[in-house]
T-cell receptor, first 113, second 113 residues
Framework: NAGVTQTPKFQVLKTGQSMTLQCAQD?????MSWYRQDPGMGLRLIHY???????DQGEVPNGYNVSRSTTEDFPLRLLSAAPSQTSVYFC????????????FGDGTRLSIL | GNSVTQMEGPVTLSEEAFLTINCTYT??????LFWYVQYPGEGLQLLLK?????DKGSNKGFEATYRKETTSFHLEKGSVQVSDSAVYFC????????????FGSGTQLTVLP
């Protein structure tokens, strides 16, 4: 089982550039989320989706866009990268049942110069 | 809003020592509680969970009990191994929250041989 697959694993961007972080899951999960991990701050929710065509903002959505056209894919877009977006990004999925855990990808380490 | 407070690290122990990592939470409802573990260079993996008061989650020798009266979910292990060295995150998920997780800041554990 592939589980949750994130690409790329590493990326360096210049300020103002745009890019898309890819996330795909093969578990037929309805719930998908994007988190960012910064030192000493745990993981913070950026955006999430409860199903294809439905997305909503999390705790730190500014500077990021998402869409969910299929159950499997949930890409995260940075429209104009800023140094404050240097972080490790994790995608997660869940079946959504009460108490069911989220399954995480291995992360994308992003540096903005 | 919801919040999770974890014992600050880093924590350094000798092999076979007893481990406790404290976790307390604030939530408006009756959350599910989780401990996740992150090994170097990897994503988060579920370690254990508890979905209602007085439940005990356990896995790989780790245990945590859901204490509603003290709003706590402390992680314990009787005898740690070098392979337990990782970052440990306490998290909660509230019913009706689309299963989104609120994380603590994480505790780095290093076990020395």
């Amino acid at each position: 089982n592939a589980g949750v697959t994130q690409t790329p694993k590493f990326q360096v961007l210049k300020t103002g550039q745009s890019m898309t972080l890819q996330c795909a899951q093969d578990m037929n999960h309805e719930y998908m989320s994007w988190y960012r991990q910064d030192p000493g701050m745990g993981l913070r929710l950026i955006h999430y989706s409860v199903g294809a065509g439905i997305t909503d903002q999390g705790e730190v959505p500014n500077g990021y866009n998402v869409s969910r056209s299929t159950t499997e894919d949930f890409p995260l877009r940075l429209l104009s990268a800023a140094p404050s977006q240097t972080s490790v990004y994790f995608c997660a999925s869940s079946s959504g049942g009460e108490g069911q855990p989220q399954h995480f990808g291995d992360g994308t380490r992003l540096s903005i110069l | 809003g919801n919040s999770v407070t974890q014992m600050e690290g880093p924590v350094t122990l000798s092999e076979e020592a007893f481990l406790t990592i404290n976790c307390t939470y604030t939530a408006t409802g009756y959350p599910s509680l989780f401990w996740y573990v992150q090994y170097p260079g990897e994503g988060l993996q579920l370690l254990l969970k508890a979905t209602k008061a007085d439940d005990k989650g356990s896995n790989k020798g780790f245990e945590a009990t859901y204490r509603k009266e003290t709003t706590s979910f402390h992680l314990e292990k009787g005898s740690v191994q070098v392979s337990d060295s990782a970052v440990y995150f306490c998290a909660l998920s509230e019913p009706g929250s689309a299963r989104q997780l609120t994380f603590g800041s994480g505790t780095q554990l290093t076990v020395l041989p």
